[in-house]
């Protein structure tokens, strides 16, 4: 919910920003929030969205995969009142998490989806190809790191997932210069693996975006597993939402809002339920009403004052009475790659 969340790089470069909620007006304005309602924050990171909803006297149960955002926003549980707890975990299983603290529905659910500017400016996070550390990118401690992905994973997979999450033309190119370097050696730093997609595509000309800017971001996306927690905290939120319930998302790039947008063009039709063999199967009701159409983008004066913002995009609806449904994740736009585990290709 930070400033290093939609930047020019897709959320893997750049150096020291203040933390800047983006588009903080508009989700304040989709939310909604009053006092005595409840609300969770997916994405907690610095606090900004959570600060704003607990000022308007509404409580938070605020999540985060980041046990640093955890830790760095005790300050802001002690000044709460007790309005505000925060949660370690995945904003795939909010619900579950809600549950938990005793909140079976809650009033709004808030999603911003992407990697924070706490994370990019630390380099031993290995975000960032600007500031050289270990290449790692996850944004919890578990599970494969991007060196592992980077120096086990085979070739075709490799690039499969440079080009879908990447959406890098060049990805053969990319991955055979990886081949032919982690033969020598493993590559463990951001700074290596920039230098190697820079020769392999070509140097930074002037007003394009850095070489490796699609192989990292499509590395971050694919070691945690970005896209899928996408989905599945979109139907968890749906879930967990009384009727009368907002749900606002701020995405990044084309990979995330398309799933928002394909997930609540969905869920705010009507679609035919039952079986193929009963031929008056009944509709099944809309889960969501549609509060914004299209996408809400920041005005000029959000983007002259914090760049990082620019290709934020908002969608919010309202949560209708109906039964929530199944996920089909292919439907609503997320890619099918491979499965991948430490030390072992897939």
């Not at 909140?103 to 400016?121: A, F, I």
């Amino acid at each position: 919910m930070i400033a290093a969340r939609g930047s020019d790089d897709h959320g893997v470069t750049g150096g020291a920003a203040p933390h800047v909620p983006v588009l903080i007006e508009e989700v304040i304005e989709h939310l909604a929030p009053m006092a005595g309602e409840t609300f969770i924050d997916g994405t907690f990171g610095a606090g900004g969205y959570t600060g704003r909803i607990l000022d308007t006297g509404a409580s938070v149960i605020a999540i985060d995969r980041d046990p640093t955002a955890l830790e760095a926003g005790q300050s802001m549980v002690a000044a709460s009142d007790g309005r505000l707890t925060l949660v370690e975990g995945r904003f795939s299983d909010l619900d579950q998490l809600a549950a938990d603290q005793g909140h079976e529905k809650v009033d709004g659910v808030v999603l911003d989806v992407g990697v924070s500017s706490m994370q990019l400016d630390r380099a031993e996070r290995g975000f960032s190809f600007r500031q050289d550390g270990p290449l790692d990118m996850r944004m919890g401690g578990d599970g494969p790191t991007a060196s592992d992905v980077v120096n086990t994973m085979e070739p075709r997979d490799l690039a499969r997932v440079i080009a879908v999450l990447g959406e890098e033309r060049k990805a053969r190119l990319v991955v055979a210069a990886i081949m032919r370097a982690r033969a020598d050696r493993a590559i463990t730093t951001t700074g290596e693996l920039a230098e190697i997609v820079s020769r392999a595509i070509g140097r930074q000309k002037f007003g394009e975006i850095h070489p490796a800017t699609r192989t990292f971001q499509a590395l971050r996306i694919f070691v945690n597993r970005e896209l899928d927690e996408l989905a599945d905290a979109l139907a968890a939120s749906e879930r967990v939402l009384a009727e009368g319930g907002r749900l606002v998302v701020v995405a990044f790039h084309s990979l995330e809002d398309r799933i928002v947008k394909r997930f609540l063009a969905d869920r705010s039709a009507e679609r035919a339920g039952g079986s193929r063999h009963m031929p008056e199967a009944q509709l099944e009701p809309p889960t969501f009403t549609l509060l914004t159409r299209g996408t809400v983008s920041p005005g000029e004066a959000e983007v002259d004052s914090n760049p990082r913002a620019r290709s934020a995009r908002l969608r919010a609806a309202r949560r209708t009475a109906a039964p929530s449904r199944a996920l089909d994740k292919t439907a609503i736009g997320v890619p099918d790659l491979p499965s991948f585990s430490i030390g072992r290709p897939s």
